[in-house]
């Protein structure tokens, strides 16, 4: 059952609990008139009693679809992050009761109360690429803990974080402001060790284009082609606004990113804007 036929039988049990309810109203103010022959009077109070039964049927129904519907619909949540710098963050756009919420990062697993095996679990990676971590390690990891716990529910993995067209949406109000004919982005990833880098930052890139039109927008990875900071020299924009594809704060934002000095060096500005768990935090 779709949300919409839910919601369509709702409005169904309610517009037939308040005609019966009229109905029966209605039939016992036409009882109060004294002309009426007793025949009259008879089919009035088979009425009022059909009504009453339809009013209860009504409410019986009503409570089955919701109970049906919430048993269907019940399911808990898991938010992994790859460490525990990330693990208060939410996923963006996500409406989660609070008690079926669990948390825990990559390297705790086995040590995490995880969800129990009543309803399904929905598997939100806060990571910011799709790959080893977030794919084998973490399917392993979760395996061996339910394993441990002799458990054993029904998985459902979400799409990492990085994938979530809220972040170019989010990062995209974030740059607007600071935008000028001269300026253009320059959003940097981390390495990969795939055979073929992972689809998240060149999506984020291409959502930033659409998003902000007109805008040079460059992609480059920490020590890998094309290096962030050759990228950087290559760029046409004198004022470069630069996007860490990264979650939170960390080694590599202050080791592996361009600097203001290495912008200076080639004639520019550059301006870093914070982690992308920044932009979570300022919707929470």
């Not at 009882?31 to 009504?51: C, K, T, V, W």
């Not at 009013?55 to 949540?77: D, G, M, S, T």
């Amino acid at each position: 059952m779709n949300r919409c036929l839910f919601h369509s039988l709702l409005l169904l049990c309610a517009a037939v609990f308040a005609a019966a309810v009229w109905g029966s109203v209605d039939c016992g103010a036409r009882l109060d008139d004294n002309s009426l022959p007793a025949e009259m009077q008879s089919h009035l109070r088979g009425l009022i009693y059909f009504h009453f039964a339809l009013a209860q049927i009504a409410v019986i129904l009503f409570i089955i679809l919701v109970y049906c519907y919430h048993w269907k619909w019940k399911r808990n949540y898991l938010i992994i992050s790859y460490n525990e710098a990330g693990m208060k963050l939410n996923p963006p756009g996500i409406r989660m009761p609070g008690s079926r919420v669990y948390r825990c990062h990559l390297g705790n697993l086995d040590n995490s109360t995880l969800p129990p095996s009543g309803a399904p679990v929905l598997v939100y990676p806060m990571f910011m690429l799709s790959g080893t971590s977030s794919g084998r390690k973490l399917a392993e990891g979760l395996e061996r803990a339910y394993s441990t716990a002799t458990r054993k529910p029904q998985l459902f993995f979400q799409p990492v974080l990085g994938a979530s067209p809220w972040l170019a949406e989010t990062a995209a109000r974030t740059i607007q402001p600071l935008l000028s004919k001269e300026a253009g982005v320059l959003v940097v990833a981390h390495d990969s060790s795939l055979p073929e880098p992972p689809p998240e930052p060149a999506l984020f890139c291409r959502r930033l284009r659409e998003l902000l039109p007109g805008t040079e927008v460059a992609l480059g990875y920490f020590h890998q082609a094309p290096e962030a900071k050759n990228v950087l020299s290559r760029m046409q924009a004198r004022h470069v606004i630069l996007v860490p594809f990264l979650l939170t704060e960390g080694l590599h934002t202050h080791r592996d990113l361009p600097t203001e000095a290495d912008a200076a060096r080639l004639g520019k500005t550059l301006h870093r804007l914070p982690a992308l768990a920044s932009l979570l935090d300022s919707q929470s």
